[in-house]
Nanobody, 122 residues
């Protein structure tokens, strides 16, 4: 069993930045690839970014590439999502997820956090 808790969401103006954190407990954090997903009101949950177990490879959705950066600190059992140049269309609940290999699809996630709200105003 793995428990994931997100933090760092909030209100920000367009063009601003936020850093989300997801801290894991339970099993060994470094055994899991990690991912970030988001879900806007009335929309499906979609992939944002993922990072391998050692942190050597990352992948991003096209709509966030160049603006968002995923990273991890295995010593702190934490994965981060640095979000820069935020746009109103980035407004959503952001969820972290843990999986065995990569976490680029909903079906690849074995564990989910509770989510944290990000709201970007214009």
């Amino acid at each position: 069993q793995v428990q994931l808790v997100e933090s760092g969401g909030g209100l920000v103006q367009a063009g601003g930045s936020l850093r989300l954190s997801c801290t894991a407990s339970g099993r060994t954090f470094s055994s899991y690839a990690m991912g970030w997903f988001r879900q806007a009101p009335g929309k499906e949950r979609v992939f944002v970014a993922t990072i391998t177990r050692s942190g050597d490879i990352t992948y991003y959705a096209d709509v966030v590439k160049g603006r968002f950066t995923i990273s991890r600190d295995n010593a702190k059992n934490t994965v981060y999502l640095q979000m820069n140049t935020l746009k109103p269309e980035d407004t959503a609940v952001y969820y972290c997820a843990a999986g065995g290999m990569v976490v680029t699809r909903l079906s690849f996630a074995d564990y989910w956090g509770q989510g944290t709200q990000v709201t970007v105003s214009s």
